[in-house]
């Protein structure tokens, strides 16, 4: 399967799940938040979910944290990469490849 690199804007309830399901699905996933503290909690809560759900926690693994927007994005694939949505505030940010 080929995968992508995906960014993920929030780590908080809806951010930490949208990289869960990218990571499970064999993608990796990097994720910003500016809260130092909700991006660090993103492994175990993702850990936690996938064993809830009985799915192997190797895919939190494929999760990579950053404390900036800028690098989590240079993370992600820029052939593909095309939206990005953070739900925090309603910000929707679009990035078009080059």
Do not use: C, W, Y
Request: proline share 4%; net charge positive; charged share 20%.
């Amino acid at each position: 399967m080929d995968t992508e690199r995906v960014a993920v804007v929030g780590a908080g309830l809806m951010g930490h799940g949208i990289a869960q399901v990218f990571a499970v699905n064999g993608h990796a996933v990097a994720i910003h938040d500016p809260f130092p503290d909700v991006l660090a909690r993103v492994p175990e809560r993702v850990r936690a979910n996938l064993r809830t759900l009985g799915l192997s926690e190797t895919a939190a693994e494929r999760i990579s944290l950053h404390s900036t927007l800028e690098d989590a994005v240079k993370q992600a694939d820029k052939q593909t990469l095309t939206l990005l949505v953070k739900r925090g505030n309603a910000k929707l940010f679009i990035v078009i490849p080059k």
